[in-house]
């Protein structure tokens, strides 16, 4: 209903094809932060049109030149990730600066449709031709470290991660959905050392047993200062009479109580 597949000639690979596209779906997220942009500083942010957000590591140099470049790039325009671009001519210095920042724009969008902002460099290379990257990914997102950062680690420093750095802060998503959290609770979990394991069940051991003294205590106060209210009340004799008399009482209470019982059965028949 809303999906095909569809064999593609190049690749000899299927692919999963929309059956109805809907343009207004068709919006990248950059697009989004622009419009947000335009519309708080209006006519000033008019230079923003084509602009990425850039945000370099501490202590990156920018030189004079390579500001100036920056610049101009910024300024660049490209073809939307979503738009079509076999009907265009490829083969101009022009198109290809806009085919090189339309990858960028296809990157970007393609981390902002995941949950934590971050994916892995081989999963990018196998939509490589189906998305019209470069070759080589890992040296293309480096000349862009302004947005994206890789992280090298996990398997040795085999694993390559790409991170859509405005989507960071200080190493912890801007905006963390429910999905997110609940994957660092778990692996929180997961990391979570035996031996921190064994100590965190002793100190809870601890509390309970703590907990259970002071409960012992009260119990036994509330006893105590119930004996005392109940030795100094009237008609009670003090010492071994008073033991007496509440050992008669006791027994005449149970007596009573068979009585009861008795006259309870006998109505009861």
């Known amino acids: 209903e809303f999906f095909r597949l569809v064999d593609a000639k190049e690749t000899r690979n299927k692919y999963i094809e929309l059956v109805e596209f809907d343009p207004k779906l068709a919006t990248c997220a950059i697009e989004d932060a622009r419009e947000r942009v335009y519309r708080e500083r209006g006519s000033e942010a008019e230079d923003i049109r084509f602009s990425f957000l850039i945000d370099f590591p501490p202590g990156f140099k920018i030189s004079k030149y390579f500001r100036v470049a920056m610049w101009k790039w910024q300024r660049v325009p490209y073809w939307s990730p979503y738009e079509d671009v076999s009907g265009y001519d490829l083969r101009s210095i022009e198109a290809q600066k806009r085919m090189e920042k339309r990858a960028v724009a296809t990157i970007h969008e393609l981390l902002s449709l995941t949950v934590e902002k971050k994916i892995t460099l081989e999963r990018i290379a196998h939509f490589r031709m189906a998305m019209n990257l470069p070759k080589k990914l890992k040296e293309f997102l480096l000349q862009h470290q302004g947005i994206f950062y890789i992280s090298t680690r996990g398997n040795n ?57 002071e409960m012992g205590q009260v119990t036994r106060a509330y006893v105590e200062d119930a004996c005392e209210d109940f030795k100094g009340g009237d008609g009670v004799g003090q010492g071994e009479d008073a033991e007496d008399d509440l050992s008669s009482d006791v027994g005449s209470d149970v007596d009573s109580g068979d009585e009861d019982d008795d006259f309870d059965d006998s109505d009861a028949k």
């Open 157 to 213: 420093g085999k694993l390559h991660t790409v991170f859509l750095r405005e989507a960071y802060r200080k190493g912890e998503l801007v905006e963390p959905n429910d999905l997110y959290l609940a994957r660092r609770k778990l692996a929180e979990l997961v990391i979570l050392s035996p031996r921190k394991a064994t100590v965190d069940r002793e100190l809870i051991g601890h509390r309970r047993s703590k907990l259970d003294d």
